[in-house]
């Protein structure tokens, strides 16, 4: 009779039925995004940033994502999402769907944020709009300051098809001799020089008016062409699979093998994907199918600019009124109160911020600059991902590197898109005496850490950063992320092991506070999920809140269900993709999934599980996501101070209270904005943090209350 009833209630959670498809959990992302750029309450020039922002991220989704399902197909996987969808039916949907996104992306662009830019006295004018003497100012432009760097190049028997970077923005031509006797059509292409600016200015007494630098140059360029006429011409875009591929086992120097891959992958990888004006003839778009060697499905045909996130450069007009407000990131009073050491506030005591709310500067910048220069540090130790250009925290280490401080840095030189930064820099760390570890084979070192060690009344005192988000100055102003400062011996001890573990030969076992992935974060989190429903119970029931980026790892979401189907409720706030189905009756129907999207990027990672009523909080470096967990290098460590927990329950508090800016996850994968009910103000998390953030500035507190 057990059997039985156990067979009667058994489900197999490894059903396609239950999850969603990462591929697609992306593309509702990037509608969430363009929702952005239509909601008005954004400055209209933040607007455009968030319609440019869709494009680089469609940019890295057809040059990653769609790729890699192509590259399956080549190799003949027959291996099936976890939804249940081939790679061909996969890339099906993923056309089904964008089509429709970039129709409403042209439409926002056009219709609305064009419009009301002309409203503000910003105007991208077409040729035809001109004065003659605003045409011949720009045709002495183009003679003096574009047609020298311009190579026109011919497609014929001679001449195969060029092999042009990838993203460039590029100008096909269709040519005759103007007699009419000869039929035969003449091709040439043009790839627009990225040393040009992509809007030329023109002077007019009112207003900034801007002319875009492919019709400046279709225009004119029967300069480029004498003797023949320009029957037709046409901007067009290639997106490339991007993904660098490294033999780590056979690479002799890792740092010229990335370098050269980097090389390879913008002109000589594979196209994905054809974007062409919405006017070009079918039989151009045909000969560049034919030499890209693309399906019809590949080729996207826009009425807009190509190349949008270009227009990210219009951040630059100086119109207060048309930007976000600035605002002034709070300074944590014990690390700006004069004569006192960082480090002295930090044996007291340990710390969150909470970018960009709390000053990176003051913070972070402080922690890594007061070392540099404190005759009692003896060593900094850092992990580098993405730390941007002219990055602050790189001359930092430089500079302790030179003042005689043991600076290690182990810098990820396969940080996607930012291999050539961190080429760079980490050369001149290098030279100025700095050691610099590169990646562990076969993973990426994703985890945020720097560690001092300082020498005070004869002994070694070691004093720690942690963070979920890149030592980057430029993304602090940007993402939001929390950082935690501590002096605990037993996170010392870890973060010393951890170092041998990134930059040498170690086994290390005994991990006090660290969980590390892949060496254990995946099985205790787990762990920490089976945990929370074997101690629920009606009278004490279980609870867990999950503040990440995405969530796509397969047994983690079995975990969950599970929990679910025990009671537990789940809270998740998953920014991007989400595979798991929350709703579904005696499935997952205790768990709500939610994503917020806003001025600032939600990037913080924070974790909190009840444990039968004694509340375990955590921040981490990783998502859920099998790449996380299992490919990459990930920290993931307790919080235990009781008020420091308490800042963190109160920051989750406040973004699920958000009933504006929230959008709620349905069982079929789409996402709905949450609005007010009847009797409920309107809650914008992010707007409520930074009025706080005013207000504890103009107090000189940090303290968040709802």
């Known amino acids: 009779m057990t059997n039985k009833k156990a067979e009667k209630n058994y489900i197999d959670l490894t059903s396609p039925l239950y999850y969603l498809n990462r591929e697609l959990s992306l593309i509702e992302f990037q509608k969430r995004v ?14 455009l940033k968030f319609i440019s922002i869709l494009s680089s991220n469609l940019d890295e989704f057809f040059m990653i ?61 077409y040729m035809e709009q001109l004065t003659n003497e605003e045409i011949a100012f720009l045709n002495k432009y183009f003679v003096d300051c574009v047609m020298p760097v311009l190579t026109p190049l011919s497609l014929d028997p001679a ?107 913008k002109r000589e990888r594979a196209a994905v994907r054809l974007e062409v004006s919405s006017n070009m003839p079918d039989y ?20 807009r600019p190509l190349n949008l996130p270009d227009f990210m450069g219009l951040l630059k007009i100086d119109k207060r009124n048309l930007k976000d407000i600035p605002f002034q990131s709070r300074s944590i009073p014990e690390f700006t109160t004069n004569g006192i050491s960082i480090f002295d506030a930090i044996k007291k005591k340990d710390f969150l911020v909470h970018h960009p709310f709390d000053s990176f500067s003051n913070s972070v910048l402080k922690f890594l600059n007061e070392a540099s220069t404190d005759p009692s540090v003896l060593a900094i130790k850092i992990t580098l991902y993405r730390t941007g250009i002219n990055s602050p925290i790189v001359e930092a280490l430089k500079k302790a590197a030179e003042n005689g401080k043991d600076v290690t840095a182990f810098v990820e030189l396969k940080a996607r898109f930012d291999e050539e930064n961190n080429i760079i820099w980490a050369k001149e760390l290098e030279h100025c005496g700095a050691h610099v570890v590169y990646g562990i084979m076969g993973l990426k070192t994703h985890c945020k850490i720097a560690v001092i060690v300082r020498k005070e009344a004869n002994k070694l005192k070691t004093y720690i950063h942690l963070s979920t988000g890149n030592y980057n100055y430029q993304t602090s102003k940007l993402y939001t992320d929390v950082g935690f400062f501590t002096s605990n011996e037993e996170f010392g001890t870890d973060a010393m092991h951890f170092f041998n573990y990134l930059t040498g030969y170690s086994y290390h076992k005994d991990w006090k506070q660290f969980l590390i992935a892949p060496i254990n974060l995946r099985r205790i989190l787990i762990e920490f999920i089976n945990r929370e429903a ?23 979401i079995q975990a969950l269900y599970k929990a679910s189907r025990k009671g537990v409720r789940i809270k998740l706030l998953v920014r991007g993709v989400c595979c798991l189905r929350p709703g579904i009756p005696d499935i997952s129907d205790t768990i709500e999934v939610r994503s917020i999207l806003g001025r600032f990027l939600e990037h913080s990672r924070i974790f909190y599980f009840r444990c039968g009523g004694k509340d375990e909080y955590y921040l981490s470096s990783a998502d859920w996501m099998s790449r996380n967990l299992q490919k990459r290098v990930e920290l993931m460590f307790p919080i235990h101070d009781t008020a420091l927990q308490k800042q963190l329950k109160e920051l989750l508090d406040i973004y699920w209270k958000d009933n504006t800016k929230s959008w709620e996850l349905h069982s079929d994968g789409s996402y709905h904005l949450r609005k007010p009910s009847h009797n409920q103000e309107p809650f914008i998390a992010q707007e409520y943090l930074l009025e706080e953030t005013k207000r504890a500035s103009k107090k000189g507190k940090r303290k968040v209350k709802l």
Do not use: W
């Open 34 to 47: 363009l929702a952005e750029a239509e909601d008005q309450r954004h400055p209209i020039i933040e607007r």
């Open 65 to 125: 994502r769609v790729a890699g399902l192509k590259s399956q197909i080549a190799a003949g996987v027959s291996e099936l999402s976890v939804d249940g969808m081939t790679p061909q039916e996969q890339l099906h949907e993923i056309r089904k769907r964008l089509v429709p996104l970039f129709e409403k992306q042209e439409h926002i662009f056009y219709d609305d944020i064009i419009e009301k830019l002309q409203e503000e006295n910003i105007f991208i004018h």
């Open 284 to 303: 151009l778009t045909k000969v560049l199918m034919k030499s890209l060697e693309l399906e019809p499905d590949d080729v996207y045909m826009l009425n």
């Open 159 to 265: 001449h195969p098809f060029p092999r042009l970077i990838n993203r460039s923005l590029n100008i096909a031509f269709m040519l005759s001799d103007g007699s009419g006797k000869n039929t035969d059509k003449k091709i040439a292409f043009l790839q627009v020089p990225s040393v040009l600016p992509r809007f030329v200015k023109l002077e007019r007494p009112k207003g900034i008016n801007l002319v875009l630098i492919e019709q400046l140059i279709k225009t004119f360029a029967g300069l480029l062409f004498p003797g023949l006429e320009i029957e037709v011409s046409n901007t067009f875009r290639i997106t490339r699979d991007a993904d660098v591929e490294i033999a780590e086992d056979e690479a002799e120097d890792l740092l010229q093998e990335i370098a050269e891959q980097i090389k390879h992958r």
């Open 534 to 556: 074997e101690l629920h119970t009606s009278e004490n029931p279980g609870l867990i809140i999950v503040k990440m980026n995405s969530l796509a790892h397969d047994e983690i």
